[in-house]
């Protein structure tokens, strides 16, 4: 659901991904496991990318069609969670 008065950010770490809380959160969810030691917990947070790019397909067709800038903001920023790679 876009707020009224929401606006397009593509400063900062939005002018490289469109996404770049996403991308932090898998970052954190898959190497603290790793840090900790632990193999369990890794399996258990490996599902989490998977369902954050569902999720990510799901936000960006709500902002193209409610959002006024997003589509050219998509085109401008063309990568969603790893810069030159997606």
Known sequence: MVEEEQK???????GLVRHPMYSATIILFLTMPLVLGSLIAFLVFLPYPI?????????????????????EYQKKVRYRLI????
């Open 8 to 14: 397009v950010i593509n400063t900062g770490l939005y």
């Open 51 to 71: 369902m954050i790019i569902k999720r990510l397909k799901n936000e960006e067709q709500v902002l193209s069609k409610e959002l006024t800038g997003y589509t």
């Open 83 to 86: 810069p030159y790679i997606w």
